[in-house]
């Protein structure tokens, strides 16, 4: 009976430790998934979880890119740079809170994955998020103008669950609401508009033409 109570005493001990080292591990995962500014997924991760979510139905998917962020960098430095994307995520997790993901693609570009029945309820979301982005952001003091392009695409549309192509076209979509002047659009259809480079819409960050 002694030997079994040693062992006992032994092993509690270690199953302990290796708890708290999953529990360790697992927030270290969570931690990395996530952009540290924005508190949003990271793309790979976005990317991944919105795949999983299309193939269990339609998602409304909306690209957005921030107006007048470098303007807001190079005046008041990259402390308030920051700061606002610190308030753009926080703002985003808002609008998805509940019903999907939001992710940081890179700089100052954002992603959505909603479940939605369908484009009506899509308009819904592209301004609802439109109007988020142009509420200014407080920093030491000062309100810093804020505006945001917004395009999104209901995958329902699409002749097969395909993430890429309906990110693709929301990015488009967003392109053409820059173009005007901000605000929101939603691309139709899904054939893309404009010539690609690397997978990305021509011009994009991360789509340059190879050297010849």
Avoid at 39 to 51: D, H, N
Avoid at 80 to 98: I, N, P
Avoid at 102 to 121: C, K, T, W
Wanted: glycine share 14%.
């Amino acid at each position: 009976m002694s030997q079994v109570l040693a062992a006992v005493s032994v092993s509690l001990p270690l199953a302990a430790g290796w708890s708290v080292h999953s529990l360790r591990l697992r927030h270290q995962l969570v931690v990395a998934r996530r952009d540290p500014l924005s508190g949003l997924y990271r793309r790979e991760a976005f990317e991944t979880k919105a795949s999983r979510m299309l193939r269990r139905g339609p998602l409304g998917v909306a690209v957005l890119d921030l107006d007048g962020f470098k303007a807001v960098n190079d005046t008041h430095g990259h402390a308030a740079g920051d700061a606002v994307l610190s308030a753009v995520g926080a703002r985003l997790a808002a609008v998805v809170a509940g019903r999907g993901i939001g992710g940081r693609l890179g700089g100052d570009e954002f992603a959505l994955a909603v479940p939605l029945p369908g484009s009506i309820a899509l308009s819904g979301l592209l301004r609802q998020t439109s109007q988020a982005l142009h509420v200014p952001v407080t920093f030491e003091g000062q309100a810093l103008p804020l505006g945001g392009s917004v395009g999104g695409l209901w995958t329902g549309q699409l002749p097969a669950s395909d993430l890429s192509r309906a990110m693709r076209r929301a990015d488009e979509a967003m392109y053409a609401a820059k173009q005007e002047g901000g605000g929101w659009r939603i691309a139709y259809g899904c054939q893309p508009t404009h010539r690609t480079v690397n997978g990305r819409r021509a011009g994009r960050r991360g789509a340059t033409e190879e050297a010849a």
